[in-house]
């Protein structure tokens, strides 16, 4: 630890105890050379590896996005035991799928971008980020995310969608949530009010109407919504009453997600139909 702060700090040019990101790509840059377990990347792969490994610590670690973290929280965090555990040889493939700064966890980001960019651009539009994940996201939340995030002519870039993933596969965490908070508060009110949720579920409603399904009603959801969270205020819920539920993914993906919101309405068959498939598995 001591030794790995030292080396951080080599890296503090202004000598305050913080990083900035050209700072922590220079660190990077400079380590990928000693990780036996990225010895395969060429070369070419490098500065987008590097992007790839920073956004995860500013991310979590700068929410506020102020544009440094402190070498302190880089030392605390477990990102860095993730990163430095690439020194092992024999890392289990496991592991290394599990381990977001492994060279497979890399490429498979940066794969899924380079295929949704359909028309080779470097860049990515709103209709070319809609085919992300399972391509159930509605289209209001895609539109919100690129009203709130960084784009460039009305597309986005590889950093900007680093960020994007790292919101969605970490739902549950509060730095994601505070991100995904941001593009559902659409009135910039610091809480989501009945008005939010129904613009948001409207959406879903209309998929399910387009896929020939019957729409759930509205005020059905809602309620559900307001009993998970429990909020203290009974018609608005911030940030905080997300987190403190545990709910927050759940209600993200009721609001975002065709797939989540069917998800979750089926919740109890999908129960039943994993617990029948464990009874077989140990029968058999």
């Given at each position: 630890?001591?030794?790995?702060?030292?080396?951080?700090?080599?890296?503090?040019?202004?000598?305050?105890?913080?990083?900035?990101e050209s700072d922590l790509e220079n660190y990077i840059l400079e380590l990928i050379e000693t990780l036996p377990q990225l010895d395969g990347l060429e070369k070419s792969f490098h500065p987008f590896y590097v992007c790839t490994a920073v956004r995860k610590f500013f991310f979590f670690l700068d929410p506020l996005r102020t544009g440094k973290i402190k070498i302190q929280d880089v030392l605390a965090c477990s990102f860095l035991d993730d990163l430095l555990e690439l020194r092992d040889q024999e890392l289990s493939k496991d592991l290394q799928e599990q381990n977001w700064f492994s060279a497979p966890s890399a490429l498979r980001v940066y794969g899924q971008y380079l295929n949704l960019d359909a028309n080779h651009n470097g860049m990515l539009s709103m209709e070319e980020l809609g085919r992300y994940g399972t391509g159930t996201l509605t289209r209001v939340f895609i539109e919100r995310i690129f009203q709130e995030c960084l784009t460039y002519e009305g597309e986005m870039d590889y950093k900007?969608?680093?960020?994007?993933?790292?919101?969605?596969?970490?739902?549950?965490?509060?730095?994601?949530?505070?991100?995904?908070?941001?593009?559902?508060d659409t009135r910039q009110e610091g809480y989501l009010s009945v008005y939010s949720l129904n613009f948001f579920f409207r959406a879903i409603q209309d998929e399910m109407r387009r896929h020939g399904q019957d729409p759930v009603i509205f005020e059905d959801v809602k309620d559900e919504i307001f009993d998970m969270v429990a909020p203290l205020d009974p018609l608005k819920i911030t940030l905080n009453d997300l987190i403190r539920s545990g709910q927050g993914e759940t209600v993200v993906q009721i609001l975002t997600d065709l797939n989540g919101f069917w998800s979750y309405e089926n919740r109890e068959v999908l129960v039943t139909d994993n617990a029948d498939s464990g009874q077989g598995a140990q029968e058999l």
């Amino acid at each position: 630890l001591h030794q790995t702060r030292i080396g951080l700090s080599l890296y503090d040019v202004t000598g305050q105890g913080f990083l900035r990101e050209s700072d922590l790509e220079n660190y990077i840059l400079e380590l990928i050379e000693t990780l036996p377990q990225l010895d395969g990347l060429e070369k070419s792969f490098h500065p987008f590896y590097v992007c790839t490994a920073v956004r995860k610590f500013f991310f979590f670690l700068d929410p506020l996005r102020t544009g440094k973290i402190k070498i302190q929280d880089v030392l605390a965090c477990s990102f860095l035991d993730d990163l430095l555990e690439l020194r092992d040889q024999e890392l289990s493939k496991d592991l290394q799928e599990q381990n977001w700064f492994s060279a497979p966890s890399a490429l498979r980001v940066y794969g899924q971008y380079l295929n949704l960019d359909a028309n080779h651009n470097g860049m990515l539009s709103m209709e070319e980020l809609g085919r992300y994940g399972t391509g159930t996201l509605t289209r209001v939340f895609i539109e919100r995310i690129f009203q709130e995030c960084l784009t460039y002519e009305g597309e986005m870039d590889y950093k900007t969608y680093l960020d994007f993933v790292l919101a969605m596969e970490n739902k549950s965490d509060p730095q994601s949530l505070q991100y995904l908070f941001r593009v559902l508060d659409t009135r910039q009110e610091g809480y989501l009010s009945v008005y939010s949720l129904n613009f948001f579920f409207r959406a879903i409603q209309d998929e399910m109407r387009r896929h020939g399904q019957d729409p759930v009603i509205f005020e059905d959801v809602k309620d559900e919504i307001f009993d998970m969270v429990a909020p203290l205020d009974p018609l608005k819920i911030t940030l905080n009453d997300l987190i403190r539920s545990g709910q927050g993914e759940t209600v993200v993906q009721i609001l975002t997600d065709l797939n989540g919101f069917w998800s979750y309405e089926n919740r109890e068959v999908l129960v039943t139909d994993n617990a029948d498939s464990g009874q077989g598995a140990q029968e058999l």
